[in-house]
């Protein structure tokens, strides 16, 4: 890079650091990244730490140098938990296993976590029983699963001026599957459609319980009736 590009890069104030620029280093962005890490053990450069033991008891204030040597001698990492308190609040832990655990926790909330799922069912507002039927069973299987469902009547033509027609069948489906659901969105016009959503009264996490529970039982042997244990007294 000749003198008169780096006099160019450096017009206005707006220097960028990049490859083949001298004096320019990209390490700043890598130490930035790793900034949320706590400050454990000899990182801990402040003269004094108020300590907290492994157990959560309260040590006090004590120099640094005492509190790393406390540290060693239980085996233990001294981990700065509250870098910004006066002094900072370091505490006596096994760094290493607290990490592992903290992953183990993460991984298994993001397990655990549920998201939720909208299907949508589209109906006209002159739809026949047979229809309505099925697309009202549909809606109380997506309930079941405790899913939310958005249901749309889509008008042509002249329907459009008779929205009524849609919010009666609205008002009907949301009676028709009470036990299941509830109407979390009242009926609007959206355009040409009408749209209602529908949630479940379940929570999906307890839907899917039941629905392993219901999956167990049905995967269970049945006991033949000559292995039935005999009555008591026999």
Do not use: W
Not at 50 to 62: A, D, H, S, Y
Not at 136 to 154: C, N, P, Q, S, Y
């Amino acid at each position: 890079m000749t003198a008169s590009d780096l006099s160019r890069a450096t017009a206005g104030g707006r220097f960028r650091c990049g490859a083949g620029v001298p004096g320019c280093s990209t390490t700043r962005r890598t130490k930035e990244h790793h900034i949320s890490e706590p400050r454990i053990n000899d990182r801990i450069r402040v003269p004094e730490v108020r300590l907290v033991g492994p157990n959560g008891e309260q040590v006090g204030i004590v120099r640094v140098e005492d509190a790393l040597r406390l540290a060693a001698e239980a085996d233990l990492d001294l981990v700065e938990v509250a870098p910004m308190a006066k002094p900072p609040v370091a505490k006596l832990m096994d760094y290493g296993k607290y990490k592992y655990e903290a992953a183990m926790k993460a991984r298994e909330a993001r397990k655990n976590q549920v998201n939720t799922v909208i299907k949508e069912i589209k109906l006209r507002p002159k739809i026949d029983i047979h229809d309505y039927g099925t697309k009202k069973g549909h809606v109380e299987r997506f309930l079941k699963a405790g899913d939310k469902v958005k249901v749309t009547i889509m008008f042509r033509g002249r329907e459009q001026s008779r929205p009524e027609l849609g919010f009666r069948l609205l008002q009907r489906l949301a009676e028709d599957v009470q036990e299941l659901g509830f109407v979390e969105s009242q009926p609007k016009l959206d355009g040409r459609n009408m749209v209602m959503v529908i949630g479940p009264t379940k929570k999906k996490s307890e839907a899917r319980a039941e629905q392993r529970r219901r999956q167990a039982e049905s995967a269970a042997p049945a006991v033949p009736a000559g292995d039935a244990a005999p009555p008591a007294g026999a």
